[in-house]
C-alpha cells in the first residue's frame, strides 16, 4: 500500500519523506493556499524536488472548469517535473479532459469521487487515480468507506489498472479500514501520519526502559 501525503507545506513534506515511507503527495488549490506567497508551479517543483526518486507521485490540480482550460493546464503541470500527476475534477469537462491527456501519457488523478459510477466512468475514461473522499462522505452522513470496498470490487471484476486513491481521509482508523479493503493508496493529512506511528504503551515501556536503565552504575 502507498503512502501519500495531503499537504502543501514544505516542512511537512520533507518531515514524512525523512520516515522512509512516503510514496507520493497530493494538493489541492485549498491547500496551496494554506502557504503563503507562494508561485503555484515553483511550489510543486519544489515538491518535485524533496520527491525525487523515480516511481515517486505529486498531484498538482487544475483551477479551470472548461475542457480547453483543463488541457491547457494540465499540459503546462505536466512539464513542470516527471513525477506530476494532473488533477482533475470528476465532471463531465474533467472527464474529457482524462480521455484526452491520458492518451497523451499525462497521468491523471480524477478528484472529487462521491460514488462509484464516478470511478467506473474515470477508469474506463484513462486515470491512473481515482480519489474517493472517505471523510466529507461521512460528514454528511455516508459510510465513506464502503465506497472504497465497492470501487475496489468493481475494478477486480475488469481488471482496470486504475488505481484507488483513499482521500480525505481524517483518522487512523481510515487508513486500516482502507489497507483492509484494498485501496492501492491512502492519502493522509500529516497529523494522521504522525498519528500512526505512536501507541502509548511505546511510550510507558519506553520510559520504563530509560528510568531501570539508571538504576545501572556504568
Ligand atoms: O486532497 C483531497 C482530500 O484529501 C481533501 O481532504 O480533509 O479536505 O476533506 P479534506
Known amino acids: 500500500m502507498k503512502f501519500f501525503i495531503d499537504s502543501a507545506n ?9 520516515l522512509g515511507i512516503l510514496d507520493g503527495v497530493t494538493t489541492n488549490p485549498s491547500l496551496i493556499a494554506k502557504e503563503s506567497n507562494v508561485n503555484f508551479k515553483e511550489h510543486i517543483l519544489k515538491i518535485c ?6 516511481g515517486a507521485s505529486v498531484s498538482a490540480e487544475v483551477v479551470a ?3 480547453e482550460g483543463m488541457l491547457r493546464e494540465g499540459r503546462d ?7 506530476v500527476y494532473v488533477k482533475l475534477p470528476m465532471t463531465k469537462a474533467g472527464l474529457q479532459g482524462t480521455h484526452t491527456l491520458s492518451k497523451e501519457g499525462i497521468r491523471i488523478n480524477q478528484t472529487l469521487i462521491f460514488n462509484a459510477t464516478q470511478a467506473l466512468m474515470s477508469a474506463k475514461a484513462g486515470s491512473t487515480f481515482v480519489s474517493p473522499f472517505i471523510g466529507r462522505l461521512d460528514d454528511i452522513g455516508h459510510e465513506g468507506m464502503g465506497l472504497v470496498g465497492e470501487i475496489r470490487e468493481i ?6 489498472n486504475t488505481q484507488i486513491l483513499a482521500a ?3 483518522h487512523p482508523l481510515h487508513v486500516i479500514e482502507s489497507a483492509r479493503l484494498g485501496a492501492d493508496i491512502a492519502t493522509m493529512p500529516f497529523k494522521v501520519i504522525e498519528q500512526l506511528l505512536k501507541h502509548p504503551l511505546t511510550d510507558i515501556g519506553l520510559a520504563n526502559f530509560l528510568k531501570d536503565w ?5
Open 155 to 160: 475494478f477486480d471484476n475488469y481488471g482496470f
Open 65 to 67: 472548469t472548461d475542457y
Open 10 to 18: 514544505l516542512n511537512e513534506i520533507r518531515e514524512a519523506a525523512s
Open 168 to 170: 480525505s481521509i481524517r
Open 77 to 83: 503541470l505536466a512539464k513542470i517535473h516527471p513525477n
Open 49 to 54: 524536488e524533496i520527491l525525487n526518486w523515480e
Open 214 to 218: 539508571e538504576k545501572v552504575k556504568q
